[in-house]
């Protein structure tokens, strides 16, 4: 079954160049704006696009990710809502792969089964869920392929050789590779050790590799897409939307277009 | 549901207890998980582990804690013939140590340079410091900023040991997000740190290696209560935080199905709202801090902050064992309020000369509960497991004393 994701890269490849991937929190700092965000985005020069799923306990995010889902939650972000999003979203955009981000507590309450089916209608292509490891793959990763919906895994810098076919194994769409020991927003990514990472994993996998945690530059865009599949950028956008909120946490005038500019300087580093 | 042959078998290889437990983590940490596991595995059979482990517990903590017949207590209740497990009396204060024991000697074993813990009321905290100290190596609290605060005697404490505190301002400040910050800190310094857990919650096998160095509290207990009364007690209680004491205080216990077993959750400000900690009774299976279990959450699985008048208590989650205990029946669980663990704690004060921890209060009060009810041979153990020195500030200031006044002259 060839998917959203499968097609991008097919086509990114006879471009010749790497996608660039950018991540936003949705619902952050309200839906109504994160909409308009997430609307934008494509022309922005996102590739493909991360939709972070608010938890209350990202145990795995750095401080700008954290902040951006108490920002959502108290603007009274759901799940049940960021699908509506993303069938908005759908709504314009037939082409763009989106995959959602996140936790598993909020996917397990809604019910596996009844999720898969309200995420695949609402036009999801993938998952990335922090918390569930191969060794959990009865949890969602099984149910998820077995409804065609991309379940993207990450790899990280502890993931040995003995591990890497088991954390192969299962996965579709992409492989993410986590480019620090650290959590979102830390430390920079250092190039040669990326790029010594992408070898060993291309030796396991024929998917596409993308790379993320810590890039947070036009150049750094580049060059990780100079040796990776995609580039991804989270934190970094989401500062933008913190750093254009009045006292109140409110959104600025301005504030969407902010952000979309953000993002396209740094698209153009796969370009 | 069945019964199983047994109750103490568990987990399973997956960390599974029934539907319970497992290994929800990010890929990052899953090697070191695995890598634990298979240290602990290996720890675990080895005599020489274990004699070192008896040796400081015995030199250093004062194990075994003494089985104290609470007399005055009993004949205040007029029912059951209640005794203390008095863990109270171990270094620091509280049970926390064997724990901490445990793990370093487990952490040196695996060759680790760097300590870190989560802490809610601080007694974790101290522990964890205070082993540290025993060994040289240095170590790092996370503590959330509401505790720090609430706190304030094991801060000072802490840093007396030579640990360092980090106040985490994230979430809500407390200790579950503590948690969230020690994972971090992990999964960015996955080389030379051991991540020293202070409950029986957690990504597997953290559950049941820490209900493994608790269960020196059952073992004792029971051997204490043969020798003393020739037969098993009727009934255990202790309160449930994470649920180490307990599970430490119940382990042994589990086959002998004649024993009653009682867990007391923090119940609050009553369970009608949400200013409880009562997870298995006010709470829904889900998935938080590498595990499933009973957790307090809103309808989309967004986690609900706990609150207990112990810092100790009010984690919104609990051990994976205890979750599978009550599903199958074998734990009942109940809770006690805020002001029925005030109450306890005076009762306990004064009529046996020793001032609990908030924690045990709890247990206390259910204890102050069906004790009148029950025959004058019914045997019940209850786990004192801490001292309140921590928690005088707290319990003055709902009594309305004020400290600077302390001959009580303008109060009562
Ligand atoms: C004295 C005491 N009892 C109980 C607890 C709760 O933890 P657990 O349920 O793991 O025993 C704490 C936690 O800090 C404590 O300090």
């Known amino acids: 079954m060839t998917t959203r994701i499968d097609n991008k890269f097919a086509q990114l490849k006879t471009e010749g160049r790497a996608a660039f991937v950018s991540y936003i929190m949705s619902g952050d700092p309200d839906m109504d704006t994160s909409l308009a965000i997430l609307k934008g985005l494509p022309s922005a020069g996102a590739d493909i696009i991360e939709l972070g799923m608010c938890f209350t306990d990202p145990m795995a995010d750095g401080v700008a990710i954290q902040l951006a889902a108490q920002r959502a939650l108290k603007s009274g972000q759901t799940l049940p809502k960021t699908l509506e999003m993303v069938q908005e979203f759908r709504k314009d955009d037939a082409d763009t792969p989106l995959i959602l981000m996140g936790y598993y507590n909020p996917i397990y309450i809604f019910g596996v089964d009844r999720f898969l089916a309200a995420a695949k209608a609402a036009g999801v292509d993938g998952l990335i869920v922090v918390d569930l490891p191969p060794e959990e793959d009865d949890e969602l990763c099984i149910p998820a392929n077995k409804v065609g919906m991309n379940f993207i895994r990450l790899a990280t810098p502890t993931t040995d050789e003995a591990r890497l076919p088991a954390v192969l194994s299962n996965t579709s769409g992409f492989v993410y590779y986590v480019s620090i020991t650290g959590i979102t927003g830390a430390a920079s990514a250092n190039q040669k050790n990326v790029e010594d990472a992408v070898a060993r994993l291309k030796r396991f996998t024929d998917l596409p590799i993308a790379v993320g945690f810590g890039i947070n530059t036009p150049e750094q865009v580049r060059d990780i897409g100079s040796v990776a599949d995609a580039s991804v950028v989270g934190s970094a956008i989401v500062r933008q939307i913190e750093n254009n909120l009045d006292e109140a946490g409110r959104p600025k005038p301005g504030l969407v277009d902010a952000v979309l500019n953000f993002t396209k300087t740094l698209s153009q580093g796969v370009r | ?412």
């Open chain 2, 1 to 412: 549901m069945s019964t199983p042959n047994s109750f103490k078998t568990g987990p399973d290889e997956r960390g599974l207890f029934g539907i319970f437990g497992g290994r929800f983590v990010a890929e990052t940490l899953m090697p070191l998980i695995l890598d634990l596991e298979r240290e602990w595995g290996a720890a675990k059979p080895d005599p020489a582990f274990w004699e070192e482990f008896n040796m400081l517990a015995r030199d250093y903590v004062g194990r075994p804690s003494p089985l104290y017949l609470a007399e005055r207590l009993t004949e205040e209740l007029g029912g059951a013939k209640i005794y203390f497990k008095r863990d109270e009396l171990n270094h620091t204060g509280a049970h926390k140590i064997n724990n901490c024991l445990g793990q370093i000697l487990l952490a040196r074993r695996m060759g680790k340079t760097r300590i870190i813990a989560e802490t809610g009321a601080g007694q974790h905290g101290v522990a964890t410091a205070t082993v540290c100290a025993l060994f040289g190596l240095p170590c790092t609290v996370y503590m959330g900023a509401t505790d720090v605060e609430r706190q304030a005697p094991n801060v000072f404490r802490m840093r007396l040991l030579g640990a360092e505190i980090v106040p985490v301002t994230s979430g809500s400040g407390t200790l579950k997000d503590a948690m969230n910050e020690a994972l971090r800190d992990w999964v960015t310094n996955v080389e030379d740190t051991f991540y020293i857990i202070g409950t029986a919650a957690g990504p597997h096998p953290y559950p049941a290696m820490v209900r493994d160095f608790q269960s020196v509290i059952g073992t004792e207990a029971k051997e204490q209560i043969m020798e003393r009364e020739g037969r098993l007690p009727d009934s255990l209680v202790a309160c449930i935080g994470g649920g180490s004491n307990a599970l430490g205080l119940f382990h042994p216990f589990l086959d002998d199905t004649d024993v009653r077993i009682i867990g007391v959750e923090a119940g609050g400000l009553g369970l009608d709202g949400e200013d409880h900690a009562a997870s298995l009774t006010g709470g829904l299976p889900g998935v938080l801090h590498g595990n499933r279990t009973y957790l307090l959450q809103d309808p989309d699985g967004q986690i609900i902050e706990g609150h207990s008048i112990s810092a100790g208590l009010d984690y919104p989650g609990i051990g994976p064992e205890h979750s599978w205990l009550r599903d199958i029946g074998r734990v009942e669980y109940v809770y006690a309020k805020d002001d029925e663990a005030l109450e306890a704690f005076q009762l306990c004060c004064r009529t046996e000369g020793i001032i609990p921890a908030l924690e045990p209060a709890h247990a206390l009060a259910h204890v102050a509960k069906i004790a009148p009810e029950l025959p004058k041979d019914h045997i019940m153990i209850m786990n004192m497991c801490g001292r309140g020195d921590k928690d005088i500030f707290t319990v003055a200031k709902h009594l309305g004393f004020d400290m600077s006044d302390v001959m009580g002259e303008t109060t009562q």
